[in-house]
């Protein structure tokens, strides 16, 4: 699976939109890109998941960049308990066999 | 219950004593992972199950390690004469299988003395 870097790190004030960048360079066709959040003293959650086209749900959005080399992950109106561990997973075949790396610490502040 | 559920939440052990960790999957998911996750790390692999077959254990540190799902559901992490590098939440995970997300427990905080 490729490997994937992120921000170590950010802020984002409480309503507005977190953007989250992930680089994945050396993905493969075949891999998915997969986001799990981690809460304090929880397992993680998963989020979202796409291949190469834009993707929505309740919790957030996923934009690929047409050469699949990096990806944003959005929380369009950022609240306190969306304060976690947001980790970007490139993932081939089954979604077995996560490698979550270290992940960015995403604060939310009043 | 809704979710997948560890037991215990927090376990301490002397060093070299012997502990089994809990977790019961959601029902029906064919699929069961247990991760190790230490301190300010993300969670590490450990092992894989498709209903009772083990079909990948290459993340156990060692052989003091051993997990196992006898009947397709419950699932035991067995940690043998525990040194204090085992301090770590392990976590577990279940999957409907195939491309579906995993749905994780919130953990066994083992803490080794």
């Not at chain 1, 493969?28 to 986001?35: A, D, F, I, L």
Request: charged letters at 20%; a neutral charge.
């Amino acid at each position: 699976d490729a490997k994937t870097t992120q921000p170590t790190s950010m802020d984002c004030a409480e309503g507005r939109a977190a953007n989250l960048p992930c680089n994945h360079s050396t993905i493969s066709g075949n891999e998915y890109v997969y986001w799990y959040r981690q809460i304090h003293s929880q397992g993680p959650q998963y989020i979202i998941h796409g291949l190469k086209n834009n993707e929505t749900n309740e919790m957030a959005s996923l934009i690929i960049t047409e050469d699949r080399k990096s990806s944003t992950l959005i929380l369009p109106h950022a609240m306190l308990r969306d304060t976690a561990v947001y980790y970007c997973i490139a993932l081939t075949g089954t979604a077995s066999k996560l490698t979550f790396g270290t992940g960015t610490r995403l604060q939310v502040t009043l | 219950g809704a979710g997948v559920s560890q037991s215990p939440r927090y376990k301490v052990a002397k060093r070299g004593q012997d502990v089994a960790l809990r977790c019961d999957p959601i029902s029906g998911h064919v699929s069961l992972f247990w991760y190790q996750q230490a301190l300010g790390q993300g969670p590490e692999f450990l092992t894989y199950f498709q209903n009772e077959a083990q079909l990948d254990k290459s993340g156990l540190p060692s052989d003091r390690f051993f997990a196992e799902r006898p009947e397709g559901s419950v699932s035991t992490l067995k940690i043998q004469r525990t040194q204090q590098e085992d301090s770590a939440v392990y976590l577990c995970a279940s999957s409907p299988g195939g491309r579906s997300p995993l749905h994780f427990g919130n953990g066994t905080r083992l803490t080794v003395t």
